[in-house]
T-cell receptor
Framework: SQTIHQWPATLVQPVGSPLSLECTVEGTSNPNLYWYRQAAGRGLQLLFYSVGIGQISSEVPQNLSASRPQDRQFILSSKKLLLSDSGFYLC????????????FGPGTRLTVT | SQQGEEDPQALSIQEGENATMNCSYK?????LQWYRQNSGRGLVHLIL?????REKHSGRLRVTLDTSKKSSSLLITASRAADTASYFC???????????FGAGTILRVKS
C-alpha cells in the first residue's frame, strides 16, 4: 500500500532563517506531487506541483521554492522566512494516470517568530 | 484562488441526525471531490463525483452534483461523534489534475 511521510511535524523558526520541509511517498512510482499551505481556519492554497523529477510548477509567486530530486521526494524550501510564511503545510500525491484523487500527508505546522 | 465555497461555515448537530453541506463553484469542472480533515491532521479523501454524474453514494455519504447550478451537496446520514471534522469540497478543472479547494465547513456532532 502507498504511504506518504512529511517531516518535521512541527517547526518554529525565526524570521530570516532558511526552511526545508521534506515529503516522501512509498509504494507508488511517478506520482504527481503537490505542496499546499493552509492558513488557520481556511482552505488549502496550492503552492507547487510536480509531474516528474525536476519538473516544478509554481502557482503563487512567493518566498518559497520547491524541488523534486527523486521520483518520490518533494522538498519545500525558503532562503529567508517571513512572518507570513507561518501556516500548516501539506504534501499530497496523486497517481497521475487518469485518477484525480489526492492523498495527503500528516502536515507540518510552521510558526515563524 | 478559491473556486469552491462551502455553506454553512459551521454546523452543529446531535448524534444520529443527518448533516448536509453545500459547495458552489464558478467555472466548468471535470470532477468534484469531498475531503475530511480532523483537527491538525492531513486531509482524507471521501468521495469523487464526475461532471457527468448526478449522484453518488459511499456508505453513509451521499453526494449530488448539479452542473447547471454549479453546486454540490454532501449528506452524511446518521452522524456520529467521530464525524466531527472540517469538510472541504475540491474542484478538478476540465484540463489537468490540479484541485481548487473551498474554505470548508466545520461539523460538530454532539453525543
Amino acid at each position: 500500500s502507498q504511504t506518504i511521510h512529511q517531516w518535521p511535524a512541527t517547526l518554529v523558526q525565526p524570521v530570516g532563517s532558511p526552511l526545508s520541509l521534506e515529503c516522501t511517498v512509498e509504494g507508488t512510482s511517478n506520482p504527481n506531487l503537490y505542496w499546499y499551505r493552509q492558513a488557520a481556519g481556511r482552505g488549502l492554497q496550492l503552492l507547487f506541483y510536480s509531474v516528474g523529477i525536476g519538473q516544478i510548477s509554481s502557482e503563487v509567486p512567493q518566498n518559497l521554492s520547491a524541488s523534486r530530486p527523486q521520483d518520490r521526494q518533494f522538498i519545500l524550501s525558503s532562503k529567508k522566512l517571513l512572518l507570513s510564511d507561518s501556516g500548516f503545510y501539506l504534501c499530497a500525491w496523486q497517481t497521475g494516470y487518469g485518477s484525480y484523487e489526492q492523498y495527503f500527508g500528516p502536515g507540518t505546522r510552521l510558526t515563524v517568530t | 484562488s478559491q473556486q469552491g465555497e462551502e455553506d454553512p461555515q459551521a454546523l452543529s448537530i446531535q448524534e444520529g441526525e443527518n448533516a448536509t453541506m453545500n459547495c458552489s463553484y464558478k467555472t466548468s469542472i471535470n470532477n468534484l471531490q469531498w475531503y475530511r480533515q480532523n483537527s491538525g491532521r492531513g486531509l482524507v479523501h471521501l468521495i469523487l463525483i464526475r461532471s457527468n454524474e448526478r449522484e453518488k453514494h459511499s456508505g453513509r455519504l451521499r453526494v449530488t452534483l448539479d452542473t447547471s447550478k454549479k453546486s454540490s451537496s454532501l449528506l452524511i446520514t446518521a452522524s456520529r461523534a467521530a464525524d466531527t471534522a472540517s469538510y472541504f469540497c475540491a474542484t478538478g478543472m476540465e484540463y489537468g489534475n490540479k484541485l481548487v479547494f473551498g474554505a470548508g465547513t466545520i461539523l460538530r456532532v454532539k453525543s
